[in-house]
């Protein structure tokens, strides 16, 4: 597992705590943020799959 994909976890494991946590105490703005954070990291895991797919191609 690289890098990016272990920090995408981390932020996107934190991004749904703070979305529900604003879903829950009707806070708009810390739901919006929490999705964004959430996407962030599923984003940033996804990079990491891929670089280790490239980096498996040219063993």
Aim: proline share 0%; no cysteine; glycine share 16%.
């Amino acid at each position: 597992m690289s890098d990016n994909q272990t920090k995408g976890t981390a932020k996107e494991i934190g991004g749904t705590i703070k979305e529900k946590a604003g879903k829950a105490m009707g806070d708009d703005r810390m739901e919006t943020e929490g999705t964004g954070e959430r996407v962030e990291g599923k984003t940033q895991k996804n990079i990491g799959k891929v670089k280790d797919a490239v980096k498996d191609q040219f063993r």
